[in-house]
């Protein structure tokens, strides 16, 4: 059974940085593509990043600059860096990951697996 488990967040003052990650196991292989996605109260989810099995990265507009997606295989870890934060990026943040080269690997793709959560609070 596939199970991503994110961990890393907490309150912050806004300028401040934190580095989420997301450990990954129940599945031998390599997932096509895996994604940071956010969501504050109130609204909707947001596409964050997304990296694919080569390396290949796409970014939210609001967070480019700020935030960096990277993947340790061996570890079969993901980790969002997150600088520069700000009282807007307040929000739940799950990571996600599918293995189908169909889905494609940017924001709007379809993801299969869903982690549970890591709250992010900023204050300014």
């Known amino acids: 059974q596939v199970q991503l488990v994110e961990s890393g967040g907490g309150p912050v003052q806004a300028g401040g940085s934190l580095r989420l990650s997301c450990a990954a196991s129940g599945y031998t292989g390599s997932y096509y593509c895996m994604g940071w996605f956010r969501q504050a109260p109130g609204k909707g989810r947001e596409g964050v990043a997304t990296?694919?099995?080569?390396?290949?990265?796409t970014y939210a507009d609001s967070v480019k600059g700020r935030f960096t997606i990277s993947q340790d295989n061996a570890k079969n870890t993901l980790y969002l860096q997150i600088n520069s934060l700000k009282p807007e990026d307040t929000a739940m943040y799950y990571c996600?990951?599918?293995?189908?080269?169909?889905?494609?690997?940017?924001?709007?793709?379809?993801?299969?697996?869903w982690g549970q959560g890591t709250q992010v609070t900023v204050s300014s």
């Open positions: 996600a990951a599918h293995r189908r080269a169909l889905y494609g690997c940017y924001l709007g793709s379809r993801f299969d697996y």
């Open positions: 990296i694919s099995s080569t390396g290949s990265t």
